[in-house]
């Protein structure tokens, strides 16, 4: 993909088990990719087989072309130690690319640098300039568009749309994978962050990403989702995405025991039963462009073997739908479900 | 209000039944504070009493202290004709408002001129700097948060949420408009257009606009609504913004006879019927803040009185709800409804 190889800046936290997503996403899905970590707290280890190293300078000899910022730094800017490390990687010769709210491109200074030293600054979750509202151009995108709806946000919408877009290209479909947030763009190496455009263009950017994922060749689409419908904080950015997207069919995602949804202020916010959501998610569709839930995953991170296969069973009763964990079983089954109802 | 002396830019258009939105709520809304209008076109007429001036010399010995832009301009920024009105009102001291969605601050030009003669530019559509995403704060609201929602866009939502809390405040309510688009902003004097915001704070500015308006004084918060929960291009800030402003009633706003939204690309998107746009909007209320539909507003603009009539009696049959045109016969029934169900 593209010749990158990537150093992926960790410093302090490649051992910590909610580590960045974005640096996390690469290391599983591009791991072929990725030629180092850097970490000087675990310098000398590994991870995934991927080296640790304790400097920039460290990592040259694998010949890293690309510096990747996936772990969140505290506060709104980058810390003074961050600094350094990406100074060391721009005059090192390394384009740099950021997941991260705050903007390497806002840093006069790392961006003076990056010219001089002829780099490039990529912003992951940066909007294109260029953007507007729906056109409607996504209800003329061939073929069918699948989007992952989940009843909480930080569940696996976008690792179920990856790995049911892996099965079915084992499948010989073709099939693409279609990046809504930073850690899929990295990923993918295209995409737009949808929360991070003008509200008015949530569903314009989402229209852009079917229209341009048709475009790359996919007759097969599979929209990575954004947070949940009933989520008191991101509601707005995933019925955006939901109808500038335009999906034919969708894939419910829920993590087994989850009740509420996590991190929202103002008391707890029970998520409603699997079958009310996909009822709500059905009745929710644009009516130019109905719109079935046509299996669940099941997230069972957190469950021995045989609760896993339980909760995977409890949702398929409760929902008369093929529900599995695509991660721990598979994703063979969900892909049944969505090959059979195109 | 404030002191403010309007001077409303209308140059062409101040005779056309479209007729920029923002100068048209103004001057029905804050009538006593408009004293011209600036339209070459119709110079020597006047509109609802305001006089239509040629010039902006001619304007000011009416004493305006502020000039409005409030009809859209042709493309993404002013055109020349523009830019020569808005350089001489600076140079006359006036303060500049701008309703559209290029931002005046956004030109060099205006910003040094405006410094050097002392006036401000405000930008209604400019997001505040800090925002952030929703806390939870707008459930600890203290009062009765009303929301206007609606079939589709532009078909009186600010309106009905303006002569609702007027018809409040007439009862003695302590009662208080919230506005939430620029319109709504050049009325009130404060607020925040939530479709210009970070897709990430639609709910996060929301919340802090109930907030503020319970400082404000209001135990009874009429929300002005945006969009449509099923509209294609804009139902994202729609669902952000009734998560974000925790609504506990809702008044459901319908255009007599439309039934498609209008405006959106792709083909017909039809409107569902009103009954379950009642049923689906309460099914949408975050669980933590259930809230319930209790008044149909009929905008019958279009309408004969007698169609009228009779389009408020289908409304009412139709949803079991008390139903009424508040432009066109008054807001006291829709009132009555809120005030029995809160």
């Keep these: 993909m593209s010749g990158i190889k990537y150093l992926i800046l960790a410093e302090g936290f490649s051992g910590d088990p ?134 909480d946000c930080a569940i696996g919408k976008m690792t179920v749309a990856l790995e049911l877009d892996l099965e079915a290209r084992r499948r010989g479909e073709q099939s693409t994978f279609v990046p809504t947030g930073q850690t899929g763009i990295a990923i993918a190496g295209w995409g737009i962050a949808v929360d991070a455009v003008v509200a008015d263009f949530i569903a314009g950017a989402a229209e852009r990403l079917v229209v ?35 999906p034919h069919l969708l894939v419910l995602c829920h993590e087994a025991g989850r009740t509420e949804i996590e991190g929202a202020g103002g008391g707890p916010h029970p998520i409603p039963p699997l079958a009310e959501l996909v009822d709500l998610h059905e009745r929710m569709a644009l009516t130019r462009r109905p719109a079935r839930v046509v299996a669940v995953a099941v997230n069972t991170r957190a469950l021995g073997e045989d609760e896993a296969r339980a909760a995977v069973a409890a949702a398929e009763l409760e929902t008369g739908l093929p529900a599995d964990d695509p991660v721990r079983f598979g994703a063979a089954r969900l892909v049944d479900a969505v090959l059979a109802a195109r």
Tied chains: 1, 2.
Aim: proline share 5%; glycine share 14%.
């Design 212 to 246: 341009e994922g048709s475009r790359r060749g996919g007759d097969l689409l599979w929209v990575e989702g954004q947070g949940s419908i009933l989520h008191p904080v991101y509601s707005g950015v995933t019925l955006g995405l939901y109808h500038g997207s335009a």
């Design 18 to 151: 909610h580590y960045g997503k974005t640096a996390r996403g690469v290391l599983r899905y591009r791991r072929d990719d990725v030629v180092a970590i850097l970490d000087s707290t675990r310098a000398g280890e590994s991870e995934d087989g991927v080296p640790v190293v304790a400097t920039v300078a460290d990592a040259l000899p694998y010949g890293p072309t690309t510096a990747l910022v996936g772990v969140a730094t505290q506060g709104g800017r980058f810390p003074p130690a961050w600094m350094d490390i990406l100074r060391e990687c721009i005059e090192a010769g390394l384009d740099v690319e950021n997941g991260l709210h705050v903007f390497l491109a806002h840093d006069a200074e790392l961006r003076g640098l990056a010219d001089a030293h002829g780099v490039e600054l990529r912003d992951l979750r940066r909007p294109p300039a260029d953007l507007s509202t729906a056109t409607g151009a996504n209800l003329d995108v061939p073929g069918t568009i699948v989007l992952t709806v989940g009843s």
